[in-house]
């Protein structure tokens, strides 16, 4: 019954979700929705198996020009109590982008308000991810979420692209799930800058930093208690490479963390995508990571997606991870996802 209810859940939302599109919009407000839902299945070597069924998330995201050269992006995501909610509190629903930009000209646009990190190839949106799991992220979670504060982009040509943030925290305040900043300034600020090319036909070429001052004593902001506090550095550089007329892709991505002990380490990632048909791509996946002097693990993942229509899509994966110095030593992951967007 309650399987029958979950399915029930999922399908309602995906009907509907489109009626949204169907509202009219003036010149100045643009308004477009995603919403993905899946089931999932863990099987650890030597433990119980796990499964769930859910919406994963929901976002809805209006984008307003109330005058030349200046932009409002707002957006609200909904992420249920089953998939962690969006606070300690238990809540399911958040104000995620909150910000204001201003194209000052001559390539600069300026930006304040609460915005997503610049770092990691993997999206934080799971509409726009190549699977149903994220590559990494599982042991150091080294790619911040939102956070709030000020950034300055700059595109001198058409090849290159830099920008530069100052904002409350690199890293969300325990519980929130990359969704939330910390609030303050004082004990740990954050810095972040980028540097993107495209010079070479179908080459990006991306490089990311991040820094997070002193934590308070007691907490660090990745959840790793602390007792001295630690400052934390993140770097990160990634490359894609389109390879032929049917965007066929490949892309790496290495990222060193320095958040002091049990809280240091890298990890990567090697994606291939294969477009079979119009409808019918894989992603290939090879990934890993490794906490300094600690647990590590290299993850294998198929990820086949059937594109119905620009608005509906869906996908399968499969994982198969190796562990070490962690509490299983394997395990294999099943996971079917229905993606919808307008």
């Keep these: ?63 307003i020009t109330p005058a030349k050269k200046v932009t409002g992006t707002f957006s609200v995501l909904y992420r249920p109590s089953a998939e962690g909610g969006v606070s300690p509190s238990g809540s399911e629903v958040t104000m995620l982008d909150a910000y204001v930009s201003y194209d000052a000209g001559g390539g ?27 590559a990494n992220q599982s042991l150091l979670a080294p790619i911040p979420g939102y956070h709030e504060g000020v950034k300055l982009d700059y595109s ?33 600020g954050g810095f972040e800058a980028y540097y993107t090319n495209t010079a070479i036909s179908n080459l990006t070429i991306w490089a990311g930093v991040g820094y997070q001052t002193k934590t308070k004593p007691g907490v660090d902001t990745s959840e790793v208690m602390n007792p001295a506090g630690s400052a934390i550095t993140v770097g990160d550089i990634w490359a894609s490479y389109v390879i032929d007329k049917n965007n066929d892709t490949i892309a790496a991505e290495e990222i060193y963390k320095d958040g002091g002990t049990g809280n240091k380490g890298s990890n990567w990632l090697v994606y291939y995508q294969e477009n079979f048909t119009g409808k019918v791509s894989s992603w290939f996946c090879v990934s890993g990571e490794d906490v300094t002097n600690g647990a590590s693990y290299v993850k ?43």
């Design 1 to 63: 019954m309650k399987l029958r209810h979950q399915l029930a859940g999922v399908a309602a939302l995906v009907a509907a979700l489109p009626a949204f599109s169907q509202v009219k919009l003036n010149d100045s407000l643009t308004v477009t929705g995603w919403a993905t839902g899946s089931y999932q299945y863990t099987k650890p070597s030597g433990a119980p198996s796990s499964d769930s069924l859910n919406v994963d998330a929901a976002l809805l995201e209006g984008i």
């Design 108 to 134: 600069v646009t300026l930006t304040a308000g609460k915005f997503l990190s610049y770092l990691g190839y993997e999206s934080f949106y799971s509409i726009d991810d190549n699977m149903i799991s994220l």
């Design 156 to 188: 001198p040509d058409k090849t290159d692209t830099m920008g530069v943030a100052v904002v409350d925290s690199i890293y969300q305040k325990p519980g929130y799930n990359a969704t939330e900043g910390d609030g303050e300034f004082k004990h740990n």
């Design 300 to 342: 294998f993942s198929v990820a086949p997606t059937y594109t119905y229509n620009a608005s509906l899509s869906v996908r399968a994966q499969y994982s198969y991870t190796s562990y070490h110095a962690y509490t299983t030593d394997s395990a294999n992951f099943y996971g079917v996802e229905m993606l919808f967007k307008f």
